[in-house]
């Protein structure tokens, strides 16, 4: 997500400083590689290296990116990379100071997002959470949904920069709001994707054509663009990721937790849940979330 977004920021002609984790991890091996001569180890440069080809330069730690730019963009995997790569050594609380602003668009919980909140503030910078909902494409074609909240001045600095990478930017206010927003609609997401699973195995087993469920549910009322998108890919069995299943687990499972703090009963999200561990479990976690439709195919066939 970070590489599509930073290479839009390109395309339309921000300045962009990028940084990621690998790409330390690459000069290190470099080095070493010249030695060894293992070869994937080439392959680590990619994410940054296709960027720079772009234009973009490149920080050394999350403290240099912070350094030289007023405006600093985070997109992390869950609230322990989120969390570490402002409060750890080089990170963005090292820099941070007044006339700076940090934006995180990583899908957290409300805690995290708070709490990184309040240690930006109280160096003098300004912080706005904005999560985003939509894929690797709609990041790519600059149409995601950008869930902000925090700092409303930030957000309308920021502005310019949200309508080159999405299609619709909301304030949700207060800081928290844009992360609980996220869980809701992930939360949705992902318990759709398991009765559309459940669907097309239903379908198939009971010997109807599941090609032709696809085409019966793009008619009704239920249809949308996750089922007309992903269906005919998982009859496939193809999940090149858009969406890690590991990170659509995470999601519900914080999803759960703001149930939990707010004594939502969600059974049907928590079963989801369960398919999701399970397809963790099966060593599917790096593939699209709808990988979790092999859950019901490890389940056997009944007489
Ligand atoms: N993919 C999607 O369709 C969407 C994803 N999201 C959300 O956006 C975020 C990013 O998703 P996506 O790009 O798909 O995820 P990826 O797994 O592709 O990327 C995760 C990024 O986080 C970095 N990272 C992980 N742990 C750490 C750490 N401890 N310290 C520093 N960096 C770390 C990784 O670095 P490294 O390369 O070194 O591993 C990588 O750059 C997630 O929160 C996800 O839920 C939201 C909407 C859509
Ligand atoms: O978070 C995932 C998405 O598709 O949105």
């Known amino acids: 997500m970070g590489k599509a977004m930073s290479m839009n920021l390109l395309r339309h002609g921000f300045k962009v400083t990028v940084w990621n984790r690998t790409l330390s991890k690459f000069v290190f091996l470099l080095c070493t590689a010249l030695l060894s001569q293992y070869l994937e180890w080439n392959l680590e440069i990619c994410v940054c290296d296709e960027l720079v080809k772009h234009?973009?330069?490149?920080?050394?730690?999350?403290?240099?990116?912070?350094?030289?730019c007023k405006y600093t963009i985070a997109m992390l995997s869950d609230p322990a990379?989120?969390?570490?790569?402002?409060?750890?050594?080089?990170?963005?609380?090292?820099?941070?100071?007044?006339?700076?602003?940090?934006?995180?668009m990583s899908t957290v919980d409300a805690d995290s997002s708070s709490k990184i909140c309040e240690a930006i503030t109280s160096r003098g910078g300004r912080f706005l959470?904005?999560?985003?909902?939509?894929?690797?494409?709609?990041?790519?074609?600059?149409?995601?949904?950008?869930?902000?909240?925090?700092?409303?001045?930030?957000?309308d600095e920021i502005l310019p920069a949200?309508?080159?990478?999405?299609?619709?930017?909301?304030f949700l206010g207060e800081v928290g709001n844009g992360a609980k927003m996220k869980l809701v609609v992930n939360m949705t997401?992902?318990?759709?994707?398991?009765?559309?699973?459940?669907?097309?195995?239903?379908?198939?087993?009971?010997?109807?054509?599941?090609?032709t469920l696809l085409d019966v549910l793009d008619l009704g009322a239920i249809a949308n663009p996750m089922f007309k998108m992903k269906g005919p890919t998982m009859l496939q069995n193809n999940y090149s990721p858009a969406f890690p299943l590991k990170h659509q687990q995470k999601d519900m499972r914080l999803a759960l937790a703001l149930?939990?703090?707010?004594?939502?009963?969600?059974?049907?999200a928590a079963a989801a849940n369960e398919a999701f561990k399970k397809a963790r479990s099966m060593g599917l976690g790096d593939l699209d979330f709808s990988a979790v439709f092999e859950t019901l195919k490890a389940d056997g066939h009944s007489s």
């Open 162 to 170: 949200f309508d080159v990478l999405g299609k619709k930017s909301f």
């Open 189 to 211: 997401m992902g318990s759709m994707m398991n009765a559309f699973s459940e669907g097309l195995t239903l379908a198939g087993r009971s010997g109807l054509n599941p090609q």
């Open 129 to 155: 959470e904005a999560p985003v909902s939509g894929s690797k494409k709609p990041a790519e074609d600059g149409q995601l949904v950008i869930l902000a909240a925090g700092d409303k001045s930030l957000f």
């Open 81 to 104: 990379a989120a969390l570490s790569v402002v409060f750890d050594k080089d990170g963005v609380l090292e820099q941070i100071c007044n006339g700076k602003g940090y934006i995180d």
């Open 55 to 68: 234009g973009a330069s490149i920080g050394e730690t999350p403290a240099a990116v912070v350094q030289k």
């Open 259 to 268: 149930g939990d703090e707010n004594a939502i009963s969600m059974p049907v």
